[in-house]
């Protein structure tokens, strides 16, 4: 019987080994990359229309700007600077010490070198605005706004959204499936050179 046992026992033994190990890489390695690494969130409303929806599982990456600048074109999740607790989704538009032109609905950007450019965003619900707003960003600040723009509360309404409030960059897209990829909504602008002149306040 003795015999017979000693094979169960090892077994037994290495079940518990194994078990032990997948807990040991979960503290190690899953935990501290979803705390600090990688979170995910949920969309909750359609202020990012078309490019993602209402309950899209997004996965945001924390740490790429602690080795590079956001970036225009970049989705991101930040904290509104109205009330930390809520989370936002939009897409930076302007960058520190650039001046930004919407003359209905027409994006102007002066950047921080003086080029004057106009953005062709295809990715956007067009607005029927009537309103022109000019707005200069002090060093650390940010203009976001959502792709739906007749439907996004951002930094048209509220203002610059500082650095220190962005959280992280929407790097992979998980739901729904059929939709599901690496940097959803990643676009690319071709700088070309306006001659639309600066509206002012």
Known sequence: MNAYNAPMSDTGKGLLKDLFTL??????????????????????GESMHPTFENLDYLIVDELIYD????????????RYPGNPSVFYIKRIIGLPGETL?????????????GQNIGLAEPYIVNEDATYTKKVSLNPGEYFVMGDNRPNSSDSRVWGPLPKK?????????????????????????????????????
Do not use: C, W
Not at 26 to 34: K, L, N
Not at 67 to 78: C, E, S, T, W, Y
Not at 173 to 188: D, I, Q
């Open 67 to 78: 080795f590079k600048a956001p970036a225009r074109g970049d989705v991101i999740v930040f």
């Open 23 to 44: 807990a040991l890489l979960i503290v190690v390695v899953v935990i501290p990359i979803r705390v600090f690494v990688v979170s995910p969130f949920v969309v909750d």
């Open 101 to 113: 032109s919407i003359n209905h609905g027409t994006v102007t950007v002066t950047t921080a070198d």
């Open 165 to 201: 409030d962005i959280i992280g960059r929407v790097d992979l897209r998980l739901l729904p499936v059929k939709e599901s990829g690496f940097f959803p909504g990643a676009t690319s602008y071709a700088p070309q050179a306006s001659t639309t002149e600066l509206v002012t306040p």
